[in-house]
């Protein structure tokens, strides 16, 4: 099983800067895919950033020139990066991976606990 084990979220002020964390550790054969969803109250979950083993990047319309996903492979580890915050980014982040934990086992999505975000005056 792969853990992942999410920090750095709190409350922020419009305008303000955050660094979200979120380190991968247990039974890890290769690590596909590292991204970041989130999802505010009473609204879906959305996908937010992704990053790829190779540390290609891709981001949500909604983030693009804000936010900065980037990986660690040898320490497993993601981060986002948040700039210039604004109160509709006030959510649960979550970190998710697309990892394969043995040879021969097919790749599977898992995930972190969440953490709050709150972007507020």
């Known amino acids: 099983q792969v853990q992942l084990v999410e920090s750095g979220g709190g409350l922020v002020q419009p305008g303000g800067s955050l660094r979200l964390s979120c380190a991968a550790s247990?039974?890890?054969?290769?690590?596909?895919?590292m991204n970041w969803y989130r999802q505010a109250p009473e609204k879906q979950r959305e996908l937010v950033a992704v990053?790829?083993?190779?540390?290609?990047?891709r981001y949500a319309d909604s983030v693009k020139g804000r936010f900065t996903i980037s990986r660690d492979n040898a320490e497993n580890t993601v981060y986002l990066q948040m700039n210039s915050l604004k109160p509709e980014d006030t959510a649960v982040y979550y970190c998710?991976?697309?990892?394969?934990?043995?040879?021969?086992?097919?790749?599977?999505?898992?995930w972190g606990q969440g953490t709050q975000v709150t972007v507020s005056s």
């Open positions: 990053s790829t083993i190779g540390s290609s990047t």
């Open positions: 247990g039974s890890i054969f290769v690590i596909y895919t």
């Open positions: 998710n991976a697309y990892a394969r934990t043995n040879r021969g086992v097919p790749p599977s999505d898992y």
